[in-house]
């Protein structure tokens, strides 16, 4: 599975942006988008399952991201609203072959090249 991230960019914020990741062979179980700060950790920012019904947001940015997935395009995007400086950070796609939606980076098997995010204040 490859996986090619697109959409970043820089953002005033209070806007909003759209994130895309298009991925190449089978059709992961499960898909994530996670994000990465200079000298932070790698955290997760959502979460879906194989048919969509199922996702995942940490308290960050529950109720203002959303993930969604079109596996007749075998594509994933994250739609970010109110964005706020803090989720400046390069975004990343990952798949897992886990058929139970994970939240940790190790429980990811594939992941794409990743995509900036910038959101001025």
């Known amino acids: 599975v490859q996986l090619q991230a697109s959409g970043g960019g820089l953002v005033q914020a209070g806007g909003s942006l759209r994130v895309s990741c298009a991925a190449s062979?089978?059709?992961?179980?499960?898909m994530g988008w996670f994000r990465q700060a200079p000298g932070q950790e790698r955290e997760i920012v959502a979460a879906?399952?194989?048919?969509?019904?199922?996702?995942y947001y940490p308290d960050s940015v529950k109720g203002r991201f959303t993930i969604s997935r079109d596996n007749a395009e075998n594509t994933v995007y994250l739609q970010m609203n109110s964005l706020k400086p803090e989720d400046t950070a390069v975004y990343y796609c990952?798949?897992?072959?886990?058929?139970?939606?994970?939240?940790?980076?190790?429980?990811?098997?594939?992941w794409g090249q990743g995509t900036q995010v910038t959101v001025s204040s």
């Open positions: 879906i399952s194989w048919n969509g019904i199922t996702t």
């Open positions: 062979g089978r059709t992961s179980p499960s």
């Open positions: 990952a798949a897992s072959r886990i058929p139970i939606i994970r939240t940790r980076p190790n429980d990811y098997h594939y």
